[in-house]
């Protein structure tokens, strides 16, 4: 031990100076030899410990990439079904929002896309590994910068401005779910009114609103490219065998 290798050669350096046998310039030798031993020592002694921390860490930091590559294979495809439902959205209301005033609606179209008329669409991101990791402070002991500042970038800008413009889009949802429960009626048990409701001004100005959600589709497409490119680095990090 590093400690008891100090203690026993600060001893030999004490007992050696408070010696009355041994010459004054061969006092300063062995004294100088032993400060030169138990520098040695401890510089030994801290490299052995950062050597040991930073394994440590690597371990970490390997555990943490490989469990965010999951995560990330997990988004990109709950991404790639959330893109899918927007641009299917975005069939809709583009058909709804350029119908001319007379034009009737095709009950058709509506049975056909019945389902994205009347539901929302938002990710739901894997981000409690990367917040922990976050948290603890351990972000910086990825090495590889690239990737840290991708990470980085993804979980703090990318993915919160997608978060941002989809919640919007939602609310704008919610005003148009809003407007066919105090309006829908049934005047038979197999028909409503809802072709009527959505030639209104109203519900005709809800689907103008809905009908681009194009920044929203090219914001999955950056989060998707760039999930991509994690995965990538990772796995040229920590090749399979």
Known sequence: MAEDEVIKHTKKIYKTWMSRDIPFWHKISEFLIEILIIVFAVTIS??????????????????????????????IKEM???????????????????????????????????????????????DGRFEG?????????????????????LYEEDIPALLTS????????????????????????????LAILLKTDEGHNLCDALHSPDQIIGQYDDCIALMTKIIGEIDNQYPSR
């Open 46 to 75: 801290i490299w052995f410990h950062n050597l040991s921390e930073h394994r440590h860490e690597q371990a970490d930091v390997k555990y943490f990439l490989e469990g965010l590559k999951s995560d990330l294979t997990s988004d």
């Open 80 to 126: 790639k079904s959330d893109k899918e439902s927007y641009l299917l959205q975005k069939t809709l209301f583009s058909y709804l929002s350029q119908l001319r005033i007379k034009e009737p609606v095709s009950l058709d179209t509506l049975r056909k896309y019945r389902n994205w008329l009347q539901n929302t669409t938002g990710l739901n991101p894997n």
């Open 133 to 153: 990791f976050k948290s603890s402070g351990k972000i910086g002991n990825i090495e590889n910068k690239e990737l840290q500042n991708d990470i980085m970038d």
């Open 166 to 193: 989809s919640r919007f889009y939602t609310g704008t949802k919610l005003k148009l779910f809003d407007f066919f429960y105090k309006n829908l009626k049934r005047p038979t048990d197999s028909t409503s009114n």
